[in-house]
């Protein structure tokens, strides 16, 4: 470990996010240490996988445990110290958030005030990054998503449980002085991204010649971020340390719209899409756009990857896993 290394806890680091963020934080010489309960939310083989790079580094420790106990909560702190907890572990997703809603706040509140619980308990309080969700500003039409902006009207109970959590995440600094940057990342995508979202479902669909849904007339937007973008901001901000509580967009700030998303995955893999129309779902948003001046000012944001180039970056993986699946 060098001198400017960090003791960092990352709660949800088996999945899609949690596991770039690993990669990264291990490649700077961090020690790290990843809490995750490997739940059934999509096949838990697929996370196991994404750690298996990571558990021969002597770096690197893994503990199954669920933020709602508050035993593995403990156990957890007690292999600290940390100097930072990003807290990226949570149930996600906005649809299926409606057919369990309590589920959802159960983990996303409840787990995080757990978490929060740990913390100020620490001799040494660590610093805390939590990962929210663009979702948590409801539905907008044409500007820009500030961090200023009204957040009390979510269209879900995921968006809701969200909120709450960076609601909980404020009272702990007003009471405890727990310093703590929220992170309202947008639409995130790129290698690793879950089997149940837009782009690796739609690619999985045309690869195999199978029909897609396209719900609404494909004029929806959204501001897709790579993975790799985002991975970065989260790395800035665990390493700038910013004083007191902020919240901060990472986005692309180029929202791209339901059909140019499908056009640029028919280019990535050579085939045509087979379309099949249906009205909006409810809970969805029909337009997403993060303004980045304050990621910008304060951790030196500026995302690197066009669309295009994410799309083409998430092909060339989803390839690669169909040839090692076939073999």
Known sequence: MTKSAQSILVTGGAGFIGSHLVDRLLKEGNRVTVMDNFNGFYAPETKRENVSAHLNNPAYSLMEGDLRNVDDVRKIFSLGPYDVVVHLAAMAGVLPSLQNPSLYMDVNVVGTQRLLDEINKQPKVPYLVFCSSSSVYGERSTEKFSETDQTDRPLSPYAASKIAAEVACFAAYRTTGLQVVCIRPFTVFGPRQRPDLAIHKFCHLIENGDPIELYGDGTSKRDYTFVGDIVAGIVSAVNLRLQGFEVINLGR???????????????????????????????????????????????????????????????????????????
């Open 253 to 327: 700030s180029n929202p791209v719209t339901l059909l140019e998303m499908i056009h640029s995955i028919e280019k990535a893999l050579g085939k045509s899409a087979q379309i099949t129309k249906r009205p909006m779902q409810i809970g969805d948003v029909p337009y997403t756009y993060a303004d980045i001046d304050k990621a910008r000012r304060l951790l030196g944001y500026e995302p690197m990857t066009s669309f295009d180039e994410g799309i083409a970056e998430f092909v060339k993986w989803f390839r690669y896993k169909l040839t090692l699946s076939a073999k």
